[in-house]
């Protein structure tokens, strides 16, 4: 098995990727909506409810982009593998910053 750069492809990348498989069909077979909305309410969560609710909400983003992220990494360019790693870190400092500002 190997990516679309034909480099090989990790044994970790495998299980993940397969591990992922059931999650991923599951969202594809609902209405195109539902992962945006899924990370706007999470972001909404994380910017205006009380910081108890807020960090998990913005931790639980982080970790779903960082999921989609790695999952797709193989297919995209450098332009949108930076933009994917700097969203997820401003989303970590917020969270630290809403952390901080407590």
């Known amino acids: 098995m190997s990516s679309s750069s034909s480099q ?8 993940i990727t397969k591990i992922s498989y059931p999650y991923v069909a ?5 209405p195109k909506l539902t992962l945006p909305a ?3 309410v999470l972001a909404l969560v994380g910017v205006f ?3 108890p609710v807020a960090v998990p909400a913005l931790i639980l983003l982080a970790l779903l982009l960082s999921w989609l992220g ?4 193989p297919v995209v360019g450098n332009g949108a593998r930076f933009l994917r790693i700097f969203s997820i870190l401003v989303i970590l400092l917020f969270a630290v910053s809403r952390i901080a500002g407590a």
């Open 8 to 15: 090989p492809v990790s044994p970790l990348r495998q299980r």
């Open 49 to 51: 409810a009380p910081v």
């Open 38 to 40: 899924i990370t706007l």
């Open 70 to 73: 790695f999952l797709s990494w």
């Open 26 to 30: 599951k969202l594809h077979g609902m």
